[in-house]
């Protein structure tokens, strides 16, 4: 379980800081999913708050942050908060994991709910990419199955860029299925509570992204 408080408060703008609730920054020279080398990350309940600060390029997560190997996630539970101050630099923010190397070509993410907020409190020029599972990267061959988002969930960002309650903006065709939403989602300063009614395949694949993401037997989170 992760409780407390992570503050990155970063001055440095030339690069990137990772912050995670369990795991900053986890790379390999071998990407094969297995004991010694890949992330298998399950049971794990993130509770706690995270302040992205600072004018630095920031990548942040309720998990694991940015991952340059093979991963695994599952049975996780994304509570707690992650706050987005503003800078002039991308940044990358989800509650599972916010950005993975496509060198890395095994990615699952199953059974886990999101039902804390990761909020813009401020806007800066930095182009933002936010999800409430993953962020940004990904291998086409990635999965995001059977998660949920619930009522007391929100996912936004003031600035441009792209945002999703299950992916932020994946640059490859990738798959979300079995996957059902509900809470809020802020575009660009607009909120806009998820219904059965308004639901769009853009709050699960993300409301700027160009792959060709895969979307199955998806829905509402009644």
Known sequence: KSLGNLTLKSSNATTSSHVGGFVALAQNSKYLLSEENGLVVSGCDFNAKIDLAGISGARGAGIATTVNVDMLVENCSIGGSID??????????????????????HCLIKNCTLSGKIKHLAAGLGKAWVGGMI????HASAVIDGCVSTSDAYVGSLVAGSVGMMAGRPNYAMTVKNCKIAGTINKLG?????????????????????????LTDNGFNE
Do not use: L
Not at 135 to 138: A, K, N
Not at 197 to 209: H, P, R, V, Y
């Open 84 to 105: 987005i101050g503003a800078s002039d630099i991308e940044r990358i923010v989800a509650g599972v994991c916010a950005y993975q190397q496509k060198n890395a070509n």
């Open 190 to 214: 607009v909120e806009t509570v998820i219904t059965k009614d308004n639901i769009e395949d853009w709050m699960f694949k993300g409301s700027a992204t160009s792959a060709a993401v895969v």
């Open 135 to 138: 962020g940004s990267g990904f």
